[in-house]
């Protein structure tokens, strides 16, 4: 981006947003150990997922856009916490932001929609696993009222080497 002010909107995320959000997803996968899928996903690959996050109910993908040139900045998403029926009330948390738009606070616009967005729900705790190290998660997490829970050590590996997850809770 050639611009540190652009402007910035939030809204839910689109089946036409599908081939941007996958290239975003896959620089990730690709080149770093953010998230522990290992292979990158074709668009189709990943429509389910897309699908998945509907525009109400407790499971939201949230997409900033540049203003002018609608340009995907990143997104943010709720997805189950775990399958069986007593974690229903719970989610897990993510967001991913454009490399090339970090430090512009569209982490914070993204988590503060995805949170207005569920306030509705009868959800009770979301979760955020952080793959370690990322000062920048870990701040933007606990800056939006996340509180440090516990590290699974070692519990993944990529890239030749394991790499711990640190987990964090926020109250909805």
């Known amino acids: ?20 959000l996958t290239d975003l997803y ?5 080149e770093t150990p953010i998230t522990f899928d290992t292979v990158a996903f074709t668009a189709e690959e990943r429509r389910a997922w897309l699908l998945s996050h509907p525009e109400d109910g407790p499971y939201r993908l949230m997409v900033a856009t540049s203003t002018d040139s609608q340009e995907i900045l990143g997104y943010a998403t709720s997805s ?14 993510t967001v991913y932001v454009a490399p090339d738009a970090g430090g512009r606070g569209i982490g914070t616009l993204l988590y503060q929609a995805l949170f207005e ?12 696993g952080i793959a370690q190290p990322n000062q920048a998660s870990t701040r933007l997490h606990e800056r939006l009222g996340f509180r440090y829970v516990g590290t699974y050590r070692e519990v993944g590996r990529k890239f030749g ?9 926020r109250p909805l």
């Open 80 to 93: 189950p916490y775990r399958a069986k029926p007593a974690y229903g009330t719970s989610v897990e948390t």
């Open 161 to 169: 080497r394991y790499w711990d997850v640190a987990w964090y809770e």
């Open 1 to 20: 981006m050639s611009s540190e002010r652009t402007e910035v909107q939030v809204r839910p995320g689109v089946e036409a947003d599908l081939e941007a």
């Open 26 to 30: 896959n620089h990730y996968v690709r």
């Open 117 to 128: 967005a569920l306030a509705d729900e009868d959800l009770h705790r979301a979760y955020a």
